[in-house]
Nanobody
Framework: VQLQAFGGGVVQAGDSLRLSCAAS????????MGWFRRAPGKDREFVAA????????MYADSVRGRFTVSKDSAKNTVYLQMNSVKPEDTAVYYC???????????????WGQGTLVTVSS
């Protein structure tokens, strides 16, 4: 499956933004779809993930309560709803797939091109 993240842009602190991760090809029920981000000068970090087959989700502490991961099976798309964004959310956001319900980036594959989110204060 090929993944492509899009929907980034420039927003102000406190705004909302929804990112999409479109999959071309089959997303197997065993897949876990994850969102990661890389801020300027920092390592890639886990943001959120969900099982494709059921609503189980997990979030990084830094985004829990503000971000929500969801899916539209008919559109083969995973979303990341970002609310109350902060300047520290500025990063390139990526989506990827895994067969492990994990925050470890090394367990994910089929990384798509990222989408840049810039949050101004």
């Amino acid at each position: 499956v090929q993944l492509q993240a899009f929907g980034g842009g420039v927003v102000q602190a406190g705004d909302s933004l929804r990112l999409s991760c479109a999959a071309s090809g089959r997303i197997y029920s065993s897949y876990i779809m994850g969102w990661f981000r890389r801020a300027p000068g920092k390592d890639r970090e886990f943001v959120a993930a969900m099982r494709w087959s059921n609503p189980r989700t997990m979030y990084a502490d830094s985004v829990r309560g503000r971000f929500t991961v969801s899916k539209d099976s008919a559109k083969n798309t995973v979303y990341l709803q970002m609310n109350s964004v902060k300047p520290e959310d500025t990063a390139v956001y990526y989506c990827a797939a895994s067969i492990q319900f994990t925050m470890q980036a090394r367990e994910y594959f089929n990384w798509g091109q990222g989408t840049l989110v810039t949050v101004s204060s």
